[in-house]
């Protein structure tokens, strides 16, 4: 177990390229289940998420090869083997293994989710889905069982707006019998990803990015080669990261208009913003105004930025408040922003931080992965070494962080935990 460690205060300038979007590929590469020949996926990052789907996918039967960001998925020889342990708990996004199981064999046996511990996130709509379409859907001993004689077609209206949701209707519906539509469908850019994979594999799906989306279901899907979407949250990170300990930086391989929401407040704070096609240049504020931020479904501001933001936000002067409507419990990282001395209370849904205020070194733990990047914005602003414990959660969902991070002159570093270290987390 490793722990990071940044000395703040260094400059940041450079270039740093984005990987493809995590939230993509852990749908992208359970979709790959659905096919009757081989799939390839360009462009996948490196990050744990992406290595337990693929021991998984080899675990049900598939062929699997994974080299220089591109993975060849055979899923000819795959069964429908019960998955109600093990790897499956160690990632949120194994929930996709359902509606990919369930469109291709009709059953799936799925253990309940794992990944980050941001509160009650149901899959209820999930289910919901599953069942208009026909399938049994129990829960025994902790796993998800998913049983149909056939899949229907069906009219699905989502009560929550939800990627996952939406994504895993998608995925059984699409070898399903007749039309299915799906009603108050998540708009964001992984959708549309997964979609076009699924197009190129033969499926029949229209409206993906609006709140209507139409599938006609087919009888087998083919192999194809497709390229996933850049990351817009880690994106979205380096676009903090630039604003908060920056010099001018180059971020490379992003589609701003997937962060328009983000590109406006770091505007109104004041931090110079010049977009391209492909590109967004960060320049160095002069001074930082305070702003609020509401998160909302996508294309309102990302839960997902919430926490890297509120770093940020500590060197504004005047007071910020920031409002997650998604994810009540997404402020497990404000206590450690706190023993870094920042001046923050939560109060309900929101966080009030009152600036600016000279971050100071801390050993403090990452709750989570955006928890993570927000301390590692925090330690890089912060005066003196930061030691971050928990830095598996940040592996899950930034490629690279380390060598990116170095190459835009960042001090930072890994080190083994300690056995002491080890045992205290373990009694925590």
């Not at 959708?191 to 799906?205: Q, S, W």
């Amino acid at each position: 177990m490793e722990k990071l460690k940044i000395a703040g205060g260094y400059p940041l300038k450079g270039t740093v390229r984005i990987s493809g979007a995590k939230n993509s590929a852990v749908a992208l590469i359970p979709a790959t289940i659905l096919a009757d020949s081989p799939v390839t996926i360009e462009g996948l990052p490196e990050i744990s998420d992406v290595e337990i789907l693929k021991d998984l996918l080899e675990e049900i039967g598939g062929t699997v090869q994974f080299s220089n960001n591109e993975m060849t998925v055979d899923p000819s020889s795959m069964i429908s083997m019960p998955l109600p342990n093990g790897k499956v708990k160690k990632l949120r996004a194994s929930y996709y293994l359902m509606g990919a199981m369930l469109g291709r064999f009709k059953k799936a046996v799925i253990g309940l989710p794992g990944g980050c511990h941001l509160g009650p996130r149901p899959i209820d709509q999930h289910i919901k889905g599953f069942e208009a379409l026909g399938a049994s859907v129990t829960n025994e001993q902790g796993a998800i069982y998913l049983r149909a004689d056939e899949l229907v077609g069906a009219r699905i209206y989502l009560d929550v707006v939800s990627v996952g949701a939406t994504i895993n209707i998608m995925l059984a519906a699409v070898r399903a019998k007749g039309r299915t539509i799906i009603e108050n469908a998540a708009k964001e850019p992984e959708i549309i990803d997964v979609a076009t994979l699924l197009t190129n594999m033969g499926a029949k799906i229209k409206g993906a990015g609006t709140d209507v989306i139409r599938i006609d279901g087919v009888d087998e899907l083919h192999g194809c080669r497709h390229t996933i979407i850049p990351d817009r949250i880690e994106a979205g990170t380096y676009l903090i990261l630039g604003a908060a300990a920056g010099e001018g930086i180059l971020i490379d391989n992003i589609i701003p208009q997937h962060l328009e929401s983000l590109i406006a407040k770091l505007r109104e704070m004041g931090v110079p913003i010049d977009a391209k096609d492909d590109q967004v240049f960060v320049g160095k504020a002069e001074a930082f105004k305070p702003v609020d931020i509401k998160t909302l479904v996508y294309p309102g501001f990302p839960t997902d930025l919430q926490q890297p933001f509120t770093s940020l936000l500590t060197r504004a002067k005047g007071t910020s408040v920031v409002t997650d409507t998604i994810y009540s419990a997404r402020f497990k990282h404000i206590d450690e922003l706190r023993r870094m001395n920042a001046n923050i209370k939560v109060e309900g849904r929101s966080a009030i931080i009152s600036g600016p205020v000279q971050l100071q070194g801390a050993k403090v733990k990452a709750s989570d992965l955006r928890a993570g990047a927000a301390l590692v914005i925090a330690g890089l602003m912060a005066e003196g070494i930061t030691e971050i414990t928990g830095v598996e959660h940040i592996y899950r969902g930034y490629s690279h962080i380390v060598e990116k991070l170095e190459g835009l002159g960042a001090t930072i570093w890994k080190e083994d935990l300690s056995n002491e270290e080890i045992e205290q987390m373990n009694q925590a």
